[in-house]
């Protein structure tokens, strides 16, 4: 009985470890998000600031302004891992039609030529300034603060921290919004 | 012997001075690298880079990377598949350091046309019930966000159809228009030069205007209630299927029968016993009154 004791206190904490290894690990197995992941995410992703004021010809609806803050910062995120790594399977449903595209594109040729980017991401200030009637497509502009690292294999070539500004057209999904198209454009205030 | 050494240093300084003027060339041609601020979509050029020896020149675009080894003291070409994407590209040479600068890329001419039109259904003459917009892109499919204006024809079925020219803002040109007096097909074509594109939206009758019915008797003891023909104030036809409620109050109590229109009229069948009154609607429209005295 003695003996039984000691040994129940003696694997108690090796079960104890592997018990939390299994419910660190058994959700990965499942096809699930494991413990924690999400909100490691959610905390990875950029800041997104969304202005809608004066949104015509509709205006927008406030979870309708949340969801797409929240997928726009996902797109970076994984635009973002995707330039770095060269690894096309970093994007997923975010992006679609020609921005996919050339996306996707730019990736396998970044590849292929041993450059890679990284974006240390300062966060976006979003306005949507288009909202069709039918609510099928809006249109935004983003004031991007962003530092993008041009790297050869591990050589920097450049690094630039000057304001960006982006067009981009988002589309509703089922139960997201994409980006359509994502176009880089000169830096005015004019949007803003 | 002081004086010597010091013949020796200066000789020493102006050997680095020769060797540094011999080296900076190299540099100015990496810092004088003229690209020009902006490029139209699918159109090369060249980029003038000074001095001499090899260098790797870098391009990167929002689709398209480049790397190549060139020789510096000419024209670096830059094709026009290299810069199809609008948007901003990066210039990097890298002979010792490295340098860089970037050019933006503008949309071409317009040359399709993304015409959304809303509803694909609506009442005639309602206001501002059809919306049209259309997204002006160039042959790469890059949005134009300098298009001036489109041009909204609008062709119906019957009567005399319109234009309007709607400015764009940031490449996106859209309109609100009311419905036209007629049934049938409309045909909207947003045009912008040479590229058009066309839809048609299905104008269909609006509410019932005038409902009046009129029963006589059928067989049984029953009564035969029916519309005349269903039309909206414009004059025109309810479509068939559009339905009519015929409702009976009588000493039993309350019933309606609801009843397609078919070939442009309602008709039902109802059952009478004594005095009744007897009413028609379609839709929000309340039509006429019958009141019936146990006989017709």
New interface residues.
Partial sequence: MKIATKLNVALRPACLAIAAFALALGPLALGLPALGQESTQSQSLPQVHLNADGLA?RPIEELTGTTIARYYALAWHEMAGALESGRTSALSDEFIG?AK???T??VN??R????H?RIVDHGHNLKA??Y???G??M?L?DQAQLEIQ?F?GDKL??T?TVP?QY?I?MTPGADRWYIR??????VSAK?F | MQRTTLNYLAGYKVLAVCALLCVLPGLVAAADLQVPA?VQAGQGFSISAEGSGQA?F?L????????RTVNLGGDLQVQSSDVH????Y?I?L?GSP?T?T?F?VKAAQPAHLSF?L??SRVPVSTHDSI?A?A?VFDQY???D?AAAAVDFRVTPASGAGFSRQVPA????S?I?MDSTQHEGPVHVTAALGKVEEARVVQQVAAEACGLRMKAFPGANNTIIVETDPVRDCSGNALPDGTVVSFTQVDKAGKSTVDTPIKKGIARAQLSVRGSAQITVACGVVLGNELALSGRL
Avoid: W
């Fill in positions: 010809p020609v595209e050339r996306l594109r730019r040729e970044q292929q030529t041993g450059i980017v300034v288009f069709s009637t039918d099928a497509a249109q502009f041009t050869d070539l450049d630039q960006h067009m057209l198209d994502l176009e880089e454009v000169e949007s | 902006t790797t870098y990167i675009g929002p689709d398209h990377v480049v790397k994407a609008a948007g901003r990066q990097i890298c490295c860089s970037s933006e959304f809303h509803p919306d917009t997204f499919f890059n949005l966000l803002r940031h490449g996106v859209t609100r």
